[in-house]
């Protein structure tokens, strides 16, 4: 069974500072996406990572993949609070087009 | 830019109803799907739909569920005899079927409460 790891669960940080969002799967797969989730609503795709070493950036976040550790990681640089979500990291089994696994989330919030 | 819609946004329901929840996928996209979410957990699968028919359908997708494409546009999940455990968000999502370079859109969700 594919098992998807976040950490931290939970996030609280000041705005300007830097973090990262770890996510561990337990598959082979080189297929990885970020999706971002304000409350009570619905999932926003961030990135989609397809090979090992892919990196992507979009303002203040960038993902990246390292498919031989099987780790994806999110970093945030200089936090605003705009940020504040919960992120989830999600893999497929390769093939595309078929059911994701979603990782636990991170519930980030930015404290101005 | 073209989304996926669900309706209804919040459906009550009394334990044992049927319930019927909707969505319109983007009018290009293949591949469709139904995942849920229980409040503060992670996002689940449930079923997945190509070419008219279910290609994947998880444990939580048991007999009292059932998906159909009534039509060209509408996808839809039944729940034939809601239990207080069906409570939760249901997420209405498509792709456009080009190996997974593109990421599945999600809906707005349907917030399901079984009282």
């Known amino acids: 069974e594919l098992k998807v790891e976040q950490n931290p669960l939970f996030l609280s940080m000041q705005e300007g500072k830097n973090y990262t969002i770890y996510c561990n799967y337990s598959t082979t797969s080189d297929r990885l996406y970020w999706y971002r989730q304000d409350p009570g609503k619905s999932l926003e795709s961030l990135f989609v990572l397809l090979s090992n070493g892919a990196v992507k950036q979009e303002g203040r976040l960038m993902a990246s993949l390292d498919t031989k550790a099987r780790l994806s990681t999110l970093h945030i640089t200089a936090a605003v609070h705009d940020l504040s979500a919960t992120y989830f990291c999600a893999v497929d089994r390769d093939f595309g087009n078929e059911k994701l696994t979603f990782g636990t989330g991170t519930r980030l919030t930015i404290i101005p | 830019e073209p989304e996926v819609t669900q309706t209804p946004s919040h459906q009550v329901t009394q334990m044992g109803q049927e319930v019927i929840l909707r969505c319109v996928p983007i009018?290009?996209?293949?591949?469709f799907y139904w995942y849920r979410q229980i409040l503060g957990q992670k996002v689940e699968f449930l079923v997945s739909f190509y070419n008219n028919e279910i290609s994947e359908k998880s444990e939580i997708f048991d007999d009292q569920f059932s998906v159909e494409r009534p039509d060209g546009s509408n996808f839809t999940l039944k729940i034939r005899s809601t239990k207080l455990e069906d409570s939760a968000m249901y997420f209405c999502?498509?792709?456009?079927?080009?190996?997974?370079?593109?990421?599945?859109?999600f809906g707005d969700g349907t917030r399901l409460s079984i009282l």
């Open positions: 999502a498509s792709s456009v079927g080009d190996s997974g370079n593109q990421p599945q859109h």
């Open positions: 009018s290009n996209h293949l591949y």
